[in-house]
RNA sequence: UGGCCUAUGGUGUAACUGGCAACACGUCUGAUUUUGGUUCAGAAGAGUCUAGGUUCGAGCCCUAGUAGGCCAACCA
């Protein structure tokens, strides 16, 4: 090998190579913190890619936590479908899983911790006067009459909070800290509020919870996670992540923020992914065309493409919007090198071989990946009926050099069968081609041609007596728009009608009556397709995952 | 009358911390090909938001401006 060229690392990375020299600390530790109220999506699968990726890259560990603090929200159907994405990207969080809501306990104490420092007082002041007060980003906002209570009392009422004797909203718990500060967020921040509600996991054992800005980096702290890493939004929170680590003067964890990632033609927030979902624009969560794990899992991207991508895109503070060919890219990349191909016709028309003895059946050997010599062959029966695709025949073709495809007087090969040329087609009375004929040459065998016959079409085909009859699922992309960050309007008017297509007449080769669900192929010339969980023993189901890279359709328009 | 962050080809990221802007995707040629796929060869496309400044030298530093993003949920 030369001289390796120095890697280039991400800012991340150099902040984590720099804190490993200066020997800031014996480990690495990372953290993916969902909060269990949804499907995770892409945008997540960037941050486990990287919150993941940095543990195993400098040995160290990343947490997953359910950032489980209110209890209006979570479910655990959510807790499991997150662990099953992780998963399924290929990673690992170790023995056990972590939730903010073990820590309540903790958490609490802490909260006493600080009060008792005079850095917290309980509150009474209710929503809309604490809102009042709290000012605006322009003007500063004014102290609450309860914020110099004696330390004595706000104990004893924050005590009282938690037993239960206030109703929801009738006290907070609030930081003692800076109301004219420019950060609305250091403007004496809630730290705790009341909701008499049972909880997912700690049931109805409390009924004061901590807000995200005294769960968060106090969790962090808990688990002496060394880098905890959030998205942009996130920054005007540190100030605070880190005045109450210095007052509590616990494990100092370091934010680091990063851009989120936007997709081209994609949301990526799982408010509007609720809404899809439930205003069923979608079929669920899982639907093929939603960008959930979930989703483009059912739609047959593969793990490894996703980390892929991940890896492609890379991580800074900049935020902008990546083009989903990155994504496709990604995908296609990995696909052609394992998807088994098979030849289907989406829309079968008839051909029938003239000089082809009736009833004969010749079996024809192809290989069931060109790019991977490993992966065997398989077998199809040619027969004098077969079907090909509607759109590889033309019944006024314009020249060879720009239509490679069948029409009139000319010649295609099979491929691994015979070259073929046209000798005539049937109309139907309405003017639709229903019927093709054509003769075939016996000496241009595929393997075996003799007759130094060049031509430029290679169609697919798959035997009448043998095709089988499958539903194809056709997903394009959801939306029509590029940025839907930009959009001033509903989202949902931006749908693409034609997201999904249902084919019920497609036929495919007979080496396919055996395939499961989750295989996943390429049908040549066509795309990549994944055997869906809705297949049944009558019919198999097949989703389009993508279309192949196709140069020729551009170039017509 | 606010604060913070960001700004590099169409898109996403680099540029060894000051030394003639690189990679991937996309686009366009051409070759190969029994997938109009793959592969291969090549091309176009930014002089780094603007204006000043520091310096022998600035995409990297400083100042101002411009543009975009974020911040006023008892959400995360």
């Not at 809501?101 to 009060?115: G, K, P, R, W």
């Not at 829309?347 to 192809?366: F, G």
């Not at 139907?428 to 007759?451: L, M, R």
């Amino acid at each position: 090998m030369e001289q390796n060229k120095k890697e280039s690392l991400n800012f991340i990375e150099q902040l984590i190579e720099r804190d490993v020299k200066e020997g800031n600390f014996k480990k690495i530790y990372t953290r993916f913190p969902p909060e269990p109220n949804g499907y995770l999506h892409i945008g997540h699968a960037k941050s486990i890619c990287l919150n993941f990726g940095l543990a195993q890259k400098y040995g160290g560990h990343c947490n997953l936590r359910f950032d489980d603090t209110n209890p209006e929200k979570e479910e655990t159907e959510f807790v499991d479908s997150i662990k099953e994405d992780i998963k399924w990207l290929g990673f690992d969080w170790g023995p056990s899983a972590y939730h903010t809501s073990d820590y309540f306990e903790q958490l609490y104490q802490l909260a006493i911790c600080l009060i008792e420092k005079g850095n917290a007082y309980v509150d009474e002041l209710s929503a809309v006067q604490l809102n009042e007060l709290k000012g605006s980003p322009t003007e500063p906002g004014k102290e609450s009459p309860f914020r110099d209570r004696p330390i004595e009392e706000s104990l004893e009422i924050f005590k009282a909070m938690k037993s239960g004797a206030f109703q929801n909203g009738e006290r907070v718990l609030r930081a003692k800290i800076d109301m004219s500060s420019p950060n609305m967020h250091m403007r004496d921040p809630i730290l705790y509020r009341i909701k008499h509600m049972k909880h997912h996991r700690t049931g109805s054992k409390w009924c004061i919870y901590p807000t995200y800005d005294f769960a968060h980096g106090q969790s962090d702290s808990i688990e002496q996670i060394t880098h905890s890493l959030c998205t942009l939004e996130f920054e005007v929170h540190r100030p605070l992540y880190e005045w109450l680590i210095q007052k509590l003067e616990i494990h100092p964890s370091k934010q680091t923020e990063f851009a989120r990632l936007n997709l081209s033609y994609t949301i990526v927030s799982k408010r509007s992914l609720r809404a899809l979902v439930e205003g069923h624009y979608v079929a669920g969560w899982d639907d093929p065309r939603m960008p959930t794990i979930s989703g483009i899992r059912r739609r047959g991207f593969t793990a490894k493409s996703i980390r892929k991508f991940a890896d492609t895109i890379g991580v800074a503070r900049r935020d902008g919007i990546t083009d989903v060919a990155l994504l496709e890219h990604a995908v296609r990349e990995d696909l052609n090198k394992t998807a088994h191909r098979i030849f289907g016709i989406m829309d079968p028309i008839k051909l029938i071989i003239t000089n082809w003895p009736k009833d004969y059946q010749e079996i024809m050997i192809a290989e069931n990946n060109p790019e991977d010599e490993k992966s065997g062959t398989r077998e199809m029966p040619f027969t004098r009926e077969i079907f090909i695709d509607r759109s590889d025949f033309m019944e006024d073709p314009p020249s060879p050099r720009k239509w490679f495809r069948l029409g009139p007087d000319r010649e295609v090969r099979l491929k691994k069968g015979y070259i073929i040329k046209c000798t005539g087609y049937k109309k139907s009375e309405k003017g639709k081609v229903v019927e093709i004929y054509a003769e075939y040459d016996p000496n241009t065998k595929s393997g075996q041609d003799t007759s130094g016959k060049k031509v430029k079409g290679t169609l697919g085909w798959v035997s009448v007596p043998n095709a089988v009859l499958v539903e194809i699922r056709m997903y394009d992309r959801l939306f029509l728009t590029e940025n839907l960050n930009k959009i001033e309007d509903d989202f949902k008017n931006h749908l693409n009608p034609d997201s999904l297509i249902i084919n019920t007449k497609a036929v495919l080769e007979p080496s396919v009556r055996n395939a499961q669900v989750g295989d996943q192929f390429q049908f040549e010339r066509i795309g990549y397709f994944r055997v869906d969980e809705d297949s049944h023993s009558e019919r198999l189901i097949f989703n389009r995952t993508l279309t192949l890279r196709d140069g020729w359709t551009k170039k017509k328009n």
